[in-house]
């Protein structure tokens, strides 16, 4: 490791303290914990210097003690809250040290700090409020550390190892390509860490130039479309950013109007490109815009979300929901490129991080043993979000789904095994009502049933469905849903892919080889379903 601090920062209730103590134990640097030696020095809490002597003064006092710290033999050390978000402490921490932002949702820092009554920002009425106001003033400042990290779900012994491995690594930053090979629409998918920052000139060397817009929703566009915008800039594009809402709602003729018309006001013409900046929600949606606006303009991909790398973004798939059913209106438009940056997923919640690994895990299964095989060595690392094992398996599932998109573009056919565990798990997300479960976790539920089946038929043995429940225990997904058999059913009875009353499955005869089948025996598949839902209790 360089001879420089490690300085966390963040919001209340991150874990900063408890996280900075187990990192400097086990890196064998001294611990710094700016409030904690704040308070001492003042010979008062933080609350009593906010009440008495006011905001600025206690800021002047912390600015001291930070310039201090730095100067101090480097260890890891611990800010208070907002002194990140001041601009001179901000300059000075990012010289003197790699500043990491534990980040967490307004729901969980909330739980962390709710039995402690000293924290003066969040005295007085609305807490919630107050907190979710106070994130998003420092965003864009904490969006300027050297490392994001999501840290809900995660305990301060897990983030401090993870921070150690993500410190201490050598290695140059794995980079892959896939080629989507589809004639004179092909692309390439760049996988790596630190690709936002490199997107300007990537795009460039596609002969795009000029305007540009930025797709992105509130979550992420806090979090890195300020690197994008710059990397654009630098690389002379004119870049606007525009947000829409984070959440499934955004994929709808609303947005997608909404959009065109900031394009317009932005003075995007033809020869502009969109770049989507986000999660699926976010590339589905504009994409879809980019496939119709001016009869279509060139977009590129920069997802930021484990199952928009390793699979929305890929394939050309775009569109947007009606209020009657998911994805009824889009269209097949590949994107100009894909630059998967895996340096994101550390800020994605943990959740959503085992979503996206379901999709992994199915594409071991319809094509790949050994990528199975290997995801079984690496759960550790894959939930903790190593970039090297992330590049890895996103670079294995592009490349399946590569090989799939190139003879099946247009889903006439064999592309309908990249379905593995979708005709259950949509179900489950229509009957769960949208939202209990994430996509991969309905996902993970319908490859267990769609596995369970396959035994049931006689395809292959009950050893492979173990070895499925297995991985995807480890990983985190559900293997039981909380839903009654009927309600499945019935859900699956409304699919749009059910034909003559019969739904395709996508069936598995081992690990790595799928066939693609229509059902027909009820009894078989309810007594399948009963294996995934929660027994009965009483
Ligand atoms: N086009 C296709 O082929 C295809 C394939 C699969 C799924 N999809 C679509 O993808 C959508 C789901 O995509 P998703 O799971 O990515 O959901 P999402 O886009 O809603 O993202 C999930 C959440 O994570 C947040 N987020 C994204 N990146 C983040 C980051 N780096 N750090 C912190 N937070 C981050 C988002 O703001 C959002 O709240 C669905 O609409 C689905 O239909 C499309
Ligand atoms: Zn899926």
Known sequence: MSGRHIVLTGMMGSGKTAVGERLARRLGLPFYDADALLEAEAGKRIADLFAGEGESHFRALERRLIGRLLAERPGVIATGGGAFADAENRARMK????VVCLLADVETLLVRVAPSAHRPLLQGPDPVGRLRALLKVRLPAYAEAHHLLDTSDR???EIADLLCRLLQSREPSARRTVRIALGDRSYDVLIGSGLLVEAGERIRALGLTGRVAIVTDDTVGPLYGARLEESLRKAGFEPTCIEVPAGEASKSLGEAGRLYEAFLDAGLDRHGAVLALGGGVVGDLAGFVAATFMRGIAHVQVPTTLLAQVDSSVGGKVGVNLPRGKNLVGAFYQPRLVLADVACLRSLPVRQLRAGLAEVVKYGVIADGALFSWLEEQVEPLLAAEERVLADAVGASCRIKASVVEVDEREAG??????FGHTVGHAIEAASGYGRYLHGEAVALG???????????????PALRERLARLLERLGLPTRASLQVEDIEKSMYYDKKVKDGMNYFVLTKDIGSVTVTRIFDREALR????TIVSPPTG
């Open 414 to 419: 064999p592309r309908a095994i990249l379905n």
């Open 527 to 530: 007594e399948t379903l009963a």
């Open 155 to 157: 305990t301060p012994d």
């Open 95 to 98: 010289i003197g040290g790699v």
């Open 447 to 461: 490859m267990l049933a769609a596995a369970d089946l396959s035994v049931r038929l006689g395809l292959c043995a």
